[in-house]
């Protein structure tokens, strides 16, 4: 396929935030496969430049997660214009840090805005076309945060667990349908996720020592992030090609290493209390 032409087999990918981090990243693996890429942003002028090195294959609409009229609008827009959407990649977010205490109610509901309920609302809207399709895929960006949490991470992480939650239920629901879900669990890639649009609840001191750290290395290692994008991007491809494609895909050392450890300590915590547990059924 040469740029401009579009073959019936190429698949029409949704990608929110699609103009920057894995978003760009997975926008570029599929039109390097030949695909088309229909890139929900906030901002479409920041587009220009991708769309000009894959002509007639990128289209940008303004969209805001968490403007209900937007998203329904890019959905009918996106359906209307390529006829189906095959990949839906659920992506927009970002990094907040601060102990709960810290953490203003506006600043978590913001999280849960953004990477969830934004997510959960582009998801409810794309699922009737895809059960009239039987076929496609929904892909939910999480985070090795979404499985586990950390000093500082709450909003982060209560929002990144909950959209993981809530699909492993639409993921149940489904199967059946022909409709594949794929969570995304990375960890640490070299994006703009702990660069500038990283953002930090009011410190309050007596958490320094726990919460400070955390901070800290946010901030140090932006720009040396061990992971990939163009690498992750060709993971998640290489995921939903699979005839029977996981349920999770986690992405980087640094994620596999974390979430082995959760589930070993959750394992262990079931083994040491598990007298206590059996001991709570009733008696006959």
Not at 218 to 229: A, S
Request: hydrophobic letters at 50%.
């Amino acid at each position: 396929m040469t740029n401009g032409q579009i073959s019936d087999t190429a698949r029409r990918w949704l990608i929110t935030g699609a103009n920057s981090g894995l978003g760009a990243a997975f926008a570029r693996a599929a039109l390097a496969a030949g695909d088309v890429v229909i890139a929900g942003v906030r901002r479409p002028e920041t587009m220009t430049g991708l769309a000009a090195e894959f002509p007639g294959r990128v289209f940008a609409v303004r969209l805001d997660v968490t403007d209900a009229e937007q998203c329904e609008q890019a959905v009918k827009q996106a359906v209307a214009e390529h006829g189906r959407i095959d990949v839906l990649v659920n992506n927009a977010g970002f990094a907040i840090i601060g102990a709960v205490e810290e953490t203003s109610e506006a600043e978590l509901r913001g999280a849960m805005e953004v990477m969830f309920f934004g997510a959960m609302r582009l998801t409810r809207l794309v699922l009737p076309h895809l059960r009239a399709q039987r076929s496609g895929a929904i892909v939910q960006v999480s985070s090795m945060g979404g499985m586990l949490s950390f000093p500082g991470a709450s909003a982060y992480s209560a929002a990144k667990g909950a959209l993981e939650l809530a699909s492993e239920a639409l993921a149940a629901e489904v199967t059946p349908l022909g409709i594949r879900v794929l969570i995304v669990e990375p960890g640490a890639f070299r994006t703009e996720f702990n660069g500038p649009s990283l953002q930090s609840a009011t410190v309050i001191e007596d958490y320094q020592d726990t919460v400070g750290p955390v901070r800290g290395v946010m901030t140090q290692v932006h720009g040396q992030q061990p992971g990939d994008p163009a690498k992750a991007a060709a993971a998640l491809l290489t995921a939903l090609a699979l005839p029977e494609p996981p349920l999770r895909l986690v992405l980087g050392a640094d994620a596999v290493a974390g979430i082995r450890g959760k589930l070993a300590a959750v394992g262990a915590d079931l083994d040491r209390t598990a007298e206590l547990s059996f001991s709570t059924a009733v008696t006959d």
